[in-house]
């Protein structure tokens, strides 16, 4: 029903900025909430950011000052901008989405992960 695609990551060195794109598709009535996890090896799962449908937009405080979440409605893509990059924020990144489908239901969506190294 709904396909998310994240892409925009790589490897940077220690300072540096990527930018993570997660584009949705399908058939999507509306995005409600949009969120950025990572997890890195032998760690959980963390949430990132948060950008609800209405309200405050929520950082980790690990990215706080670094990390901006953001969305365009018109293409149902989220981003994620990083910058000043450290060593700790090697993960995979995912995205997580709320979505109203089509036939009207609500559910949740996870992209399948991009890969951030951040290495000298």
């Known amino acids: 029903q709904v396909q998310l695609v994240e892409s925009g990551g790589g490897l940077v060195q220690p300072g540096g900025s990527l930018r993570l794109s997660c584009a949705a598709s399908?058939?999507?009535?509306?995005?409600?909430?949009v969120d950025w996890y990572r997890q890195a090896p032998g760690k959980e799962r963390e949430l990132v950011a948060r950008?609800?449908?209405?309200?405050?937009?929520n950082y980790a405080d690990s990215v706080k000052g670094r990390f901006t979440i953001s969305r365009d409605n018109t293409k149902n893509t989220l981003y994620l901008q990083m910058n000043s990059l450290k060593p700790e924020d090697t993960a995979v990144y995912y995205c997580?989405?709320?979505?109203?489908?089509?036939?009207?239901?609500?559910?949740?969506?996870w992209g399948r992960g991009t890969q951030v190294t951040v290495s000298s």
């Open positions: 997580n989405v709320g979505v109203r489908t089509s036939d009207g239901y609500f559910s949740n969506y």
């Open positions: 399908g058939s999507i009535l509306s995005i409600n909430y």
């Open positions: 950008m609800p449908s209405a309200g405050s937009t």
